[in-house]
């Protein structure tokens, strides 16, 4: 098997183990769960992943670490700070709660992170707080913009509305500018 090969296995698996993460939660789901949603054996599942938790570990730098240098790379863009923290929201939050919203356990997600790995799940957190801080300019008030921005998921909104709630959230913190309008 080449390298491409393997990749393209391993891929099928973290895409396979998210759905069932997101389906069954970590706790229900099996190995046999995930080898049967990715078409492949128990056996060769193993020899790509030592276990369950490291197969869940590796959905999470998939689906969220990955994400880190354009995060870090939006937070640093040109354009305006506003549009800059709606981009690292994106990025670091809103584009994944598309999927994790509809899903029967996709709330747990987090959490079961939270346990199984507290040091990745910590180093997305920094790379969050980061980001945010080189916009919004101090590390308190990024602090309080993520807290903020974690409680707007606490009733489990639709993408829209957490869309909605994010962009007033931004204009407290960085106030969109005002195109100045030149007058012919």
């Given amino acids: 098997m080449t390298d491409d090969e393997a990749a393209v296995r391993r891929e099928k698996v973290v895409l396979a183990a998210r759905w069932c993460f997101l389906n069954f939660g970590f706790a229900k789901t099996s190995l046999e769960d995930i080898a049967k949603r990715a078409r492949l054996s128990r056996t060769l599942l193993y020899r790509i992943f030592k276990d369950k938790e490291d197969i869940f570990r590796a959905v999470f730098v998939d689906w969220f670490v990955s994400r880190h240098p354009a995060a870090r790379r939006a937070a640093d863009a040109g354009g305006s700070r506003y549009e800059r923290l709606l981009h690292v929201c994106h990025l670091l939050l809103l584009d994944a709660w598309a999927e994790m919203v509809g899903a029967p356990m996709g709330h747990e997600f987090f959490d079961a992170c939270e346990r199984i790995d507290p040091e990745i799940e910590a180093r997305h957190r920094e ?3 980061e980001c945010v801080a080189a916009i919004v300019g101090d590390q308190e ?3 309080v913009f993520l ?9 489990e909104p639709t993408v829209e509305l957490l869309e909605r709630r994010t962009r007033l959230l931004a204009a407290r913190f960085v106030p969109p500018t005002k195109e100045k309008r030149v007058r012919q």
Avoid: I, N, T, Y
Wanted: charged share 20%.
């Fill in 141 to 143: 008030s990024a602090e």
């Fill in 147 to 155: 807290l903020a921005l974690e409680g707007l998921l606490a009733d």
């Fill in 127 to 129: 790379v969050a707080l």
